[in-house]
């Protein structure tokens, strides 16, 4: 099956900074990227759908300014938290959309602002 | 608003029981649906998914599922379930919301087989 990385697999900031997550498509191409955040023993919740070379969308509450979302190209996707504080801290899973309209989902980034 | 609910938050059952895991969806325009499975320190694995076609479909590992449209359901089941199913199973709808198409996922049921 089509495979997803993420880099890095953990992450610990400091209030305040910022941090950049990857996520790559291996041996696909992925026209839509989508980021995910997972909460203890919680579902995933969609954060936003990203296209290639455009602007991402973003789901009702999240903050467009603080998760800095780029989609560089039809491999790679990045998610950049702004200014983190602890209540960032989460699970922060990608996604590839694959031709067939499921997902292939990357291993995640647990971030951990102190 | 549209959302999916699984029933079953957790699940413990003996090697060799059966298992069937509730789905249930509220959106009234078509859908896609999938069933992933996330075994402990991995990520989401796809076990099987509905676009079209034969209601019933058949995933990995043994598993299959049932679209019911009237029900609105997409239960997961299979026959016999091994110690090595133990993991923790999402469900999750793809439907048009906001102008675009997103996966919606259940809360996710984690099931536990003792051998």
């Known amino acids: 099956g089509a495979v997803v990385s993420q880099h890095p697999s953990r992450v610990i900031c400091k209030s305040g900074t910022s941090v950049k997550i990857e996520c790559r498509s291996l041996?696909?191409?992925?026209?839509?990227m989508f980021w995910y955040r997972q909460f203890p023993k919680q579902s995933l919740m969609l954060m936003a759908t990203?296209?290639?070379?455009?602007?991402?969308?973003?789901e009702q509450g999240v903050e467009k300014d603080k998760f800095l979302i780029n989609h560089a190209s039809l491999t790679l996707s990045t998610l950049t938290v702004t200014s983190a504080h602890p209540e960032d801290s989460s699970f922060y899973i990608c996604?590839?959309?694959?031709?067939?309209?499921?997902?292939?989902f990357g291993p995640g980034t647990r971030l951990t602002v102190t | 608003a549209q959302s999916v609910s699984q029933h079953n938050h957790h699940v413990i059952l003996s090697e060799a029981a059966s298992l069937e895991l509730g789905c249930n969806y509220s959106?009234?325009?078509?859908?896609?649906l999938f069933w992933y499975v996330q075994y402990p320190g991995q990520h989401l694995q796809l076990l099987l998914k509905?676009?079209?076609?034969?209601?019933l479909v058949k995933g990995i590992k043994g598993f299959e599922a049932e679209f019911i449209k009237s029900k609105f359901s997409f239960n997961l089941r299979k026959p016999s379930v091994q110690w090595s199913d133990t993991a923790e199973y999402f469900c999750?709808?793809?439907?048009?919301?906001?102008?675009?198409?997103?996966?919606?996922f259940g809360a996710g049921t984690r099931l536990a087989v003792h051998p």
């Open positions: 996604s590839g959309g694959g031709l067939g309209g499921e997902q292939y």
């Open positions: 041996d696909f191409q992925a026209t839509t």
């Open positions: 990203s296209n290639e070379g455009s602007k991402a969308t973003y």
């Open positions: 959106y009234g325009g078509t859908v896609n």
């Open positions: 509905y676009f079209s076609g034969d209601p």
């Open positions: 999750a709808v793809d439907m048009f919301s906001g102008g675009y198409n997103k996966l919606i």
